[in-house]
């Protein structure tokens, strides 16, 4: 069985975690290909909620080895504490693997993605102030940390200082903020070299060899399609490839070995953070998506903006992915409206567009062309089948699918791991 990938196809926090969690009883590896820490994934078992932000969401289910691939930018602290955290629920965390070229999120970094969006002001993006940013930054560069350079104190203290060097000019200059000490900061990931060292790997080898012996590989992307560096709503993205071509660089696995692309679709929109967002809400849908679907921020805990479905969005995720599956969820969020609008265009000064338009000053000015689809008022937060759904809940689907470019295989009907209506098996 070749790989997967699954991957946000709007701005984030489409489900991803529940849609990975659920799928990874049955396969043998989730990785995580890109991103860190600015990740929240939240997959609830049972009575038992988890929010996993640096951890594949993988790591719940017992038959499954969970990976941090070389594309991922890792937090030591945030890592060992989320780790902890799980032990102390009674998660088994032994597999886990982290690619050793893995790029490290120093503290300095943390502290200059605060900075910087402090100095940027109204024209700030937004960030989750992980340090994510500065440190691919480091890493495009070249005087990024890697994980296996905690393992040399030689060359750890070389590429510290040679970090330092440039950033406390900034910082100091710049920023007006005190000189960080190579020093400490060397001691601070030596500390952290030790516990980490179980897991560390060389996951490249790993997973070709495991494809090579026909185990499932699923690659769990953070972000989505719309924050990605790329093909995203720059410069109000992420910095790195939530998009399918990201797990290929963020692994070490090649583009033949992926079969099957799925890309996560919330039934609405929501985005946090700055950035143009055409079918955001500012009435009393808006805020009741946000209080019905619990759209609040699992790692900053800022309100996330919501807004009906946009069918260009999906279009182009569809597109840039090469997606072969949709999976759409909290349908279950939209019972109980009249009427559903969908946005199936936009007018751009006075003309209709159908595709998403490549220059950002046309994206700014893109307005919803909608079209008004009947609702439903049934609780379906226990359908097992398509069938159980209210016949406008299905034809709901049905439109979206249509408007969007790729068959929906299966519908969350809630958060819980068995909510889900399957359509078409994933594997
Ligand atoms: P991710 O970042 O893509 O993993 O998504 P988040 O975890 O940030 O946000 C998705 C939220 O929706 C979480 O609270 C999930 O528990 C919840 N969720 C996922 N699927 C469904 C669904 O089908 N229905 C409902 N009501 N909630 C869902
Ligand atoms: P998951 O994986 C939603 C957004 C931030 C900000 C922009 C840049 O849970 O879907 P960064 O800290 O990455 O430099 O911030 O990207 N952002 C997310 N929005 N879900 C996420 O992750 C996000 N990760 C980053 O809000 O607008
Ligand atoms: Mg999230």
């Not at 946000?8 to 991803?16: I, R, T, V, Y």
């Not at 109000?236 to 692994?251: I, L």
């Not at 936009?346 to 700014?364: A, K, M, W």
């Not at 893109?366 to 079209?371: F, G, I, Q, R, T």
């Amino acid at each position: 069985m070749p790989a997967l990938v699954l991957l946000g196809a709007q701005w984030g926090d489409e489900g991803k975690g529940k849609a990975t969690d659920l799928l990874g009883g049955s396969v043998d590896y989730v990785v995580r290909y890109q991103g860190g820490n600015n990740a929240g994934h939240t997959v609830v078992v049972g009575d038992q909620k988890y929010a996993l932000h640096l951890l594949p969401s993988g790591i719940l289910s017992p038959g499954c080895t969970p990976v941090i691939g070389n594309g991922v930018v890792v937090d030591p602290s945030v890592l060992l504490s989320e780790l902890s955290g799980l032990n102390e629920r009674g998660v088994d965390t032994s597999k886990l693997l982290i690619s050793g070229n893995a790029h490290i999120i120093t503290p300095y970094n943390v502290t200059v993605d605060k900075v910087t969006e402090r100095f940027l002001g109204k024209r700030k993006i937004g960030t989750t102030g992980r340090g994510i940013g500065p440190t691919y930054a480091d890493k495009i560069n070249r005087v990024g940390i890697r994980v296996q350079d905690l393992y040399d104190e030689s060359i750890l203290t070389q590429k510290v200082e040679a970090a330092l060097d440039v950033k406390n000019q900034i910082l100091t200059k710049l920023y007006n903020r005190r000189a960080i000490a190579a020093g400490q900061v060397v001691e601070e990931l030596l500390d952290y070299a030790e516990k980490l060292r179980p897991y560390v790997a060389d996951t490249v080898l790993v997973l070709n060899q495991a494809l090579d012996e026909d185990k499932v590989v699923l690659f769990e992307g953070g972000q989505g399609t719309l924050l990605d560096i790329d093909h995203g709503t720059y410069p109000f993205v992420t910095s790195s490839n939530p998009t399918a071509g990201g797990a290929c660089t963020g692994t070490g696995v090649g583009p033949t070995r992926i079969s099957r692309v799925i890309g996560i679709l919330k039934a609405y929109t929501t985005r946090v953070g700055a950035g143009p967002f055409p079918t955001e809400l500012f009435d009393e849908d808006g805020e009741a998506l946000r209080r019905i679907g619990g759209e609040r921020g699992v790692t900053t805990g800022r309100d996330r903006r919501c807004g009906w479905f946009d069918a260009v969005i999906a279009r182009y995720a569809t597109r840039v992915n090469g997606l072969t599956d949709f999976f759409l969820t909290k349908l279950d969020v939209l019972t109980g409206w009249e009427e559903i609008p969908v946005c199936v265009a936009y007018e751009i000064d006075g003309r209709r567009v159908d595709e998403l338009p490549y220059s950002q000053t046309d994206f700014h000015h893109a307005k919803p062309v909608y079209e008004t689809l009947p609702g439903w008022s049934e609780d379906i937060t226990g359908a097992k089948t398509f069938a159980d759904l209210p016949k406008n809940a299905q034809n709901y689907v049905k439109a979206l699918e249509e408007m969007s470019g790729a068959p929906i295989s299966a519908i969350g009907v809630g958060p819980g791991r068995d909510q889900t209506i399957e359509i078409n098996s994933f594997l």
